[in-house]
Every structure is written in structure tokens, then in C-alpha cells.
T-cell receptor, first 118, second 114 residues
Framework: NAGVMQNPRHLVRRRGQEARLRCSPMKGHSHVYWYRQLPEEGLKFMVYLQKENIIDESGMPKERFSAEFPKEGPSILRIQQVVRGDSAAYFC????????????????FGAGSRLTVL | AQKVTQAQTEISVVEKEDVTLDCVYETRDTTYYLFWYKQPPSGELVFLIRRNSFDEQNEISGRYSWNFQKSTSSFNFTITASQVVDSAVYFCAQLYTGGFKTIFGAGTRLFVKA
């Protein structure tokens, strides 16, 4: 029973390149969350998705960042034209139901994808 | 607005000492959840506990215990007889029912020396 799978675990990009981070939620989970952890900082919410829908993207930078969770396949966090400030650990989490629901389950996190921009 | 404050940036203790990690939260909601997560040096996030706002009972799990006090908006975490393997960053977090975002504190880095 695999947990939340993220890949790649480590990604190095040069400034101006694109980064694609993938997240496969736990089996049976249809809700995916992306968080960013800058060096020596806590986790900041980026986006919440259900299958084929973006529910809340209030934490996403307005430019260069996008996320999707297609009907089939993993959720993708895409960063275009990366800059050094994008270097961070990006965590994906999943839950079987909307996490704000009374009695909701806990978010299960993946191991993270660490992006380094040279 | 929600906010979670972990005032202790780093704590260093010697093995077998007890240590308490502080967490203060802010919310206007009457129904919410509080969490603690552990991030060991390997980097993954490990869930430790969830508490809902209606349950102020303290909880003990082995060497871990949690003290939830609504009167002071605190949800503190105590490790008894700390061990080197407890060295990690610990995050306190909050989610209100009806919301989508689990809000994390900045984390407290715990060093346990042998």
C-alpha cells in the first residue's frame, strides 16, 4: 500500500528552464495539496486540487507556476522559467476527502521533491 | 485569519532530558483541528497527532504528550526522556473546518545530543 509518491526526489535546473514535479496520491485519495518549503522555513500552502479541478490556488505565485490533477495520472506542479528563488522542497499531500470536512482525515505527505536552481 | 506561532526556533537538549515545544495558534473559528508533524533529517513529514477543538483532553503516546488549552490558544508538545532519534524539525499546524489549507508554523528544530 504505497503512500504518496513524489518524483523526482531531486531536480536541478538552470535559470530559465522548466521544472515538472509529479505527485501520485495514496490509493483511494482524490484530493491533492501542494506545499513549498523554503530553506529553514515552514511549509506554505500553494494549491489544492481534486481530480480535474483546481479548488484553491491562493498560495500559488501568479506567474510561472501552474498545477493540474488530470483524470488519469499524477498531479503535476509546473514551474516555468525557473529562478534561483524557486529553489525549495515541494511537498505533495493527499487526503481521501476534503480536509476541511468535519471528521476529516489527516493529510498524508510525500517525501518531497527538492528543486535546485543554478 | 489563521496563524500558528512556534516561538522556539531551535532547542538543544541532552539525551534523557524532557523538552516541551510550544505552539500558539490564532483563529476566529469555533471548530478547527490542530496537528503536530515531525520532519526528521531525511526530510519527509511524519504525522504525529490530530486534535479537534472540542476535545481538550491531554494525550499521551509513549514518550510523547500533548497539552491542548483553548484558554491560552496553545497546543504544546512534550517529549519525555528525549533520545537522539527525536532530533528533527517539529511543525505545529492548524486547519479550520470549512477551509482547505492546513496552516503550518515555522517549525522548531530539536537537537538531542548523546
Amino acid at each position: 500500500n504505497a503512500g504518496v509518491m513524489q518524483n523526482p526526489r531531486h531536480l536541478v535546473r538552470r535559470r530559465g528552464q522548466e521544472a515538472r514535479l509529479r505527485c501520485s496520491p495514496m490509493k483511494g485519495h482524490s484530493h491533492v495539496y501542494w506545499y513549498r518549503q523554503l530553506p529553514e522555513e515552514g511549509l506554505k500552502f500553494m494549491v489544492y486540487l481534486q481530480k480535474e479541478n483546481i479548488i484553491d490556488e491562493s498560495g500559488m505565485p501568479k506567474e510561472r507556476f501552474s498545477a493540474e490533477f488530470p483524470k488519469e495520472g499524477p498531479s503535476i506542479l509546473r514551474i516555468q522559467q525557473v529562478v534561483r528563488g524557486d529553489s525549495a522542497a515541494y511537498f505533495c499531500a493527499s487526503s481521501p476527502i476534503r480536509s476541511g470536512t468535519l471528521g476529516a482525515n489527516v493529510l498524508t505527505f510525500g517525501a518531497g521533491s527538492r528543486l535546485t536552481v543554478l | 485569519a489563521q496563524k500558528v506561532t512556534q516561538a522556539q526556533t531551535e532547542i538543544s537538549v541532552v539525551e534523557k532530558e524532557d523538552v516541551t515545544l510550544d505552539c500558539v495558534y490564532e483563529t476566529r473559528d469555533t471548530t478547527y483541528y490542530l496537528f503536530w508533524y515531525k520532519q526528521p533529517p531525511s526530510g519527509e513529514l511524519v504525522f504525529l497527532i490530530r486534535r479537534n477543538s472540542f476535545d481538550e483532553q491531554n494525550e499521551i503516546s509513549g514518550r510523547y504528550s500533548w497539552n491542548f488549552q483553548k484558554s491560552t490558544s496553545s497546543f504544546n508538545f512534550t517529549i519525555t526522556a528525549s533520545q537522539v532519534v527525536d532530533s528533527a524539525v517539529y511543525f505545529c499546524a492548524q486547519l479550520y473546518t470549512g477551509g482547505f489549507k492546513t496552516i503550518f508554523g515555522a517549525g522548531t528544530r530539536l537537537f538531542v545530543k548523546a
